[in-house]
């Protein structure tokens, strides 16, 4: 396991630990606030990037993070390689305290992913991948200063994993369905019969598409960098692959518009 894979890691469970701790203290209301798009805001978004950005510190990359204010586009674009943060994606489902809220971390080089880690803090579930060595999943990591990354390897799992349900899986947005996206899925079913449909929070979509146990997820709302690049790296890794609506066109990240286009994971 390489040196910006294990920072990543590190960073990822740290924050996750600290997430938790905060949304475990039933005296917490989250502090909750709202940015300028209207999306909320919590104390454990700041906590968790403050982590991040500590432990990033240690590479020689730049970051962009949705917590930070976005660097001029006429210095990012001079990045051939940077990492992609989004300290706590699903603040939403934070809020609602359902548990489908995650970590991501991703390493872009080329405006490409290259590396990705994302942790389900509730779940205690690490998933990680890198282009070069493929995609994998680890059940309940625990943040330690001196992690032992050969034990957390030896226990990691390849993906994608073994699937025992061969009923044609969607998986949708928690918070997030639209109508364009209700009309593809009525398109999937007449193709391929019985269609079960997952409705999950955050970019563990994504990884159930890398993992396999979902066989796509389609995302016709708005999305932003810092949504889909870990988990672009950990399915690009795995095998799979996130594509523009027209189903060919892979995904750039450290664009001049941080908006992501609609896209399908498959």
Known sequence: MNSLLQTAITAALQAGKAILDIYDDPAS????????????????DRVSNEIILKQLKNTPYPVISEENKATAYAIRKQWQTVWIVDPLDGTKEFIKRNGEFTVNIALVYGGRPALGVIYIPVKKILYYGTIRNGAYRADHPEYSPDMDFDALENQARRLPLDREDPVYTVVASRSHMSSDTENFIDELKKEHGEVKLTSIGSSIKICLVAEGTADIYPRFAPTMEWDTAAGHAIAKAAGKELYHQDGCTPLAYNKEDLLNPWFIVK
């Open 29 to 44: 209301d989250f502090e909750i606030e709202h940015k300028a798009d209207h999306s909320p805001l919590t104390i454990a």
